[in-house]
Nanobody, 124 residues
Framework: QVQLVESGGGLVQAGGSLRLSCAASGRTFSSLVMGWFRRAPGTEREFVAAITRGGGMSHYADSVKGRFTISRDNAKNTVYLQMNTLKPEDTAVYYC?????????????????WGLGTQVTVSS
């Protein structure tokens, strides 16, 4: 079993930045592919970014490419999402997810463990 706890959400003006963190426990962190998803009110959960177990490869949704950066620190059992140039349409609950596999996927069903989420609100 893996426990994931997100932090770092909040209210920010458009154009601003936030860094989300997700602390993992319960399993060797370096054995987990990590991802970030988000869900805005009235929408489905959507893929944001994912990173391989060693951190050497990452993948982003087109909507955040060039603005968001996913990274991980395996020594700290933590994955991060640096969000720059935030837009009102980035407003959502952001979820950290873990996948006990070698490769990442953009499909929520492909992840085995989920955090409870952290709210990000971007004002215009």
């Amino acid at each position: 079993q893996v426990q994931l706890v997100e932090s770092g959400g909040g209210l920010v003006q458009a154009g601003g930045s936030l860094r989300l963190s997700c602390a993992a426990s319960g399993r060797t962190f370096s054995s987990l592919v990590m991802g970030w998803f988000r869900r805005a009110p009235g929408t489905e959960r959507e893929f944001v970014a994912a990173i391989t177990r060693g951190g050497g490869m990452s993948h982003y949704a087109d909507s955040v490419k060039g603005r968001f950066t996913i990274s991980r620190d395996n020594a700290k059992n933590t994955v991060y999402l640096q969000m720059n140039t935030l837009k009102p349409e980035d407003t959502a609950v952001y979820y950290c997810a873990a996948r006990a596999a070698v490769i990442f996927t953009t499909t929520p069903d492909g992840y085995d463990y989920w955090g409870l989420g952290t709210q990000v609100t971007v004002s215009s």
